[in-house]
């Protein structure tokens, strides 16, 4: 099972890289036929085929029988959505647009705009929302399915002893290089000078749009958000409380087309633009712009970080008490110890980190703190920050001791494919499977054959 659940993330996130109109199918070698169904869910030759292909390209090891891998996988996730079905699951319109957008949004950015999306799959960004419909519904209904098989599942400390314990010495995972870090960031602060040039340059961009240029050229020639500048300012729908508080009241009172005034939030200073609103979710244009730091305010902040580094270091104060004190983040309740955004823990593997910050820590000693560096806040805007290393782990096998949350989310998720695995059997007696001839040979995880008809 654990491999299943391996596939079926895997599978949840590169369904939509490639269509099926852009996939096997049109290679003219198969012709499509099914070769599988569960309850009133057929799989065809074709999906199974595009799944391979698309996993495959994204390096993932299916083994030495990999479309018997893909059909197991894709025949328990027919069987997921089949008894959600039964079980009347459903999910709002608005979550699946939710979701098509977040996709696309991601997608866009990864191919560059949206233009040269559609010249890649040869369909508009409309054609390829509807689409993704049929597909994302299924998705989240099965994921939903799942949560529910497995929502009262949890694990005591005792059973994750009891898990450790259990293992053999060749099945204890080694635990990579991770490290543990805490940082102290200072925000500098924007002049005067500074903020009104900003807001005279945006109301000038304004006011040309409100005389007829247009605002998606603007946005792409002078906006400071690189997310959004080259698909011309573009948020895709978002639905209340995804944005800021003071973005977002004006975005939701204007009408399509009308241009705000300007508008302040922690990003800087915007105009907006709705394009298009269902109900509680708006797709708006904007164009944004920050004030630049002057280099004398940057080297005021990057002497008060040395000069904090430097009282740290005398032993005037712990990190962890200027943290509290000095720091603009809102790790400083914490004394700065930073949290994996990844993993939701307080380790980072040597792949989690940004490379320019992993190039400074990895030459630093355990308590050794770095040199004031410049970074970005949360919301895009200069910041500088020192940095610490609290604790270095190099590879090791896992123990108890050091790794207990790792083996602790090892040992829950044994016990839920435990439990997904048990549901399974206890559902196909009563479910109608069938299997092609073709894969009448398969070694799959769960009896298909045993119940197929």
């Known amino acids: 099972?654990?491999?299943?659940?391996?596939?079926?993330?895997?599978?949840?996130?590169?369904?939509?890289?490639?269509?099926?109109?852009?996939?096997?199918?049109?290679?003219?070698?198969?012709?499509?036929?099914?070769?599988?169904?569960?309850?009133?869910?057929?799989?065809?030759?074709?999906?199974?085929?595009?799944?391979?292909?698309?996993?495959?390209?994204?390096?993932?090891?299916l083994g030495d029988e990999p479309l018997c891998t893909m059909l197991d996988d894709l025949m328990f996730q027919k069987l997921l959505y089949n008894?959600?079905?039964?079980?009347?699951?459903?999910?709002?319109?608005?979550?699946?647009?939710?979701?098509?957008?977040?996709?696309?949004?991601?997608?866009?950015?990864?191919?560059?705009?949206?233009?040269?999306?559609?010249?890649?799959y040869g369909q508009s960004v409309e054609e390829l929302r509807e689409e993704f419909w049929d597909p994302i519904r299924e998705q989240i209904i099965s994921q939903r399915m799942e949560s529910k098989i497995t929502r009262n599942v949890s694990v005591t400390p005792s059973e994750v002893r009891t898990f450790f314990e259990s293992l053999s010495e060749d099945e204890i995972p080694m635990v990579e290089s991770e490290l543990a870090l805490a940082k102290i960031v200072i925000e500098p602060t924007l002049q005067v000078e500074e903020v009104q040039a900003v807001?005279?340059?945006?109301?000038?961009?304004?006011?040309?749009?409100?005389?007829?240029?247009?605002?998606?050229?603007?946005?792409?020639?002078?906006?400071?958000?690189?997310?959004?500048?080259?698909?011309?300012?573009?948020?895709?729908?978002?639905?209340?409380?995804?944005l800021h508080p003071e973005f977002e009241a004006v975005a939701f009172s204007l009408e399509p087309g009308e241009v705000s005034g300007i508008v302040e939030t922690r990003s800087g200073y915007h105009i907006i633009q709705p394009i298009e609103r269902r109900g509680e979710e708006v797709n708006v244009r904007h164009l944004l712009l920050r004030p630049q730091v002057s280099p004398e305010v940057e080297q005021e902040t990057i002497n008060k970080l040395d000069s904090i580094r430097t009282a740290i270091m005398s032993g005037d104060i712990t990190f962890r008490d200027a943290a509290r004190q000095y720091s603009d983040h809102r790790s400083a309740s914490s004394g700065g110890i930073m949290v994996n955004p990844y993993t939701g823990t307080r380790r980072f593997k040597t792949d989690e980190l940004d490379p320019n910050l992993f190039f400074?820590?990895?030459?630093?000693?355990?308590?050794?703190?770095?040199?004031?560096?410049?970074?970005?806040?949360?919301?895009?805007?200069?910041?500088?920050?020192?940095?610490?290393?609290?604790?270095?782990?190099?590879p090791h096998p896992a123990n108890l001791q050091q790794d207990y949350d790792f083996i602790k989310n090892l040992a829950l998720k044994e016990k839920?494919?435990?439990?997904?695995?048990?549901?399974?059997?206890?559902?196909?007696?009563?479910?109608?499977?069938?299997?092609?001839?073709?894969?009448?040979?398969?070694?799959?995880?769960?009896?298909?054959?045993?119940?197929?008809?």
């Open 1 to 61: 099972m654990y491999k299943h659940m391996q596939m079926i993330a895997a599978l949840v996130f590169l369904l939509l890289l490639m269509p099926h109109h852009q996939g096997f199918t049109q290679q003219n070698i198969v012709v499509d036929h099914i070769v599988g169904v569960v309850g009133s869910n057929a799989i065809l030759k074709s999906e199974l085929m595009d799944q391979k292909i698309q996993v495959q390209t994204q390096g993932v090891e």
């Open 199 to 242: 807001k005279e340059r945006l109301e000038g961009y304004r006011q040309r749009i409100i005389e007829g240029e247009n605002f998606r050229t603007l946005a792409i020639l002078y906006s400071d958000d690189p997310g959004t500048a080259r698909q011309g300012g573009e948020l895709g729908f978002v639905r209340r409380g995804e």
């Open 360 to 394: 400074v820590v990895d030459r630093l000693e355990v308590g050794e703190i770095s040199r004031p560096m410049q970074t970005a806040t949360e919301d895009g805007g200069q910041a500088f920050q020192i940095v610490t290393v609290r604790e270095r782990v190099d």
């Open 416 to 453: 839920k494919d435990k439990r997904l695995n048990e549901w399974v059997k206890s559902r196909l007696k009563g479910t109608y499977i069938t299997v092609h001839e073709d894969y009448e040979h398969c070694g799959f995880d769960h009896d298909w054959l045993k119940y197929a008809r």
């Open 83 to 120: 008894q959600a079905m039964i079980d009347s699951i459903e999910v709002d319109d608005s979550e699946i647009e939710m979701e098509i957008e977040r996709r696309l949004r991601f997608f866009i950015q990864q191919i560059g705009s949206r233009e040269r999306l559609e010249e890649y």
